[in-house]
């Protein structure tokens, strides 16, 4: 099973940008969509972004306009631009690899990055 670590979390304050990467042990021409999920304490995992395998992007309202999604095939990573940055932003971001085979969906996570936005 491909494993997903990311990494460039952290502290930034309010306005600035941060870029997470998420890299595959294996390829992520493997997986159909990647995608960045995010989980504020208390608060359930949402949807950041996402890109397919076939180039198309998609976005949470909070955050169309400030982040932007990318993967490098050749690299085996993806990546989460995320500029202007809010405090509402903070939380830690998961990076998830989906297969779908035979309408089955078949999630692999990394184990999380923190950010904090703040002052």
């Known amino acids: 099973q491909v494993q997903l670590v990311e990494s460039g979390g952290g502290l930034v304050q309010p306005g600035g940008s941060l870029r997470l990467s998420c890299a595959a042990s294996?390829?992520?021409?493997?997986?159909?969509?990647m995608a960045w999920y995010r989980q504020a304490p208390g608060k359930g995992r949402e949807l950041v972004a996402s890109h397919t395998r076939g180039g198309s992007t998609d976005y949470v309202d909070s955050v169309k306009g400030r982040f932007t999604i990318s993967r490098d095939n050749d690299k085996n990573t993806v990546y989460l631009q995320m500029n202007s940055l809010k405090a509402e932003d903070t939380a830690v971001y998961y990076c998830?690899?989906?297969?779908?085979?035979?309408?089955?969906?078949?999630?692999?996570w990394g184990q999380g990055t923190q950010v904090t936005v703040s002052s």
């Open positions: 998830n690899g989906r297969r779908v085979v035979l309408s089955k969906n078949y999630d692999s």
């Open positions: 294996g390829s992520i021409f493997s997986f159909n969509t």
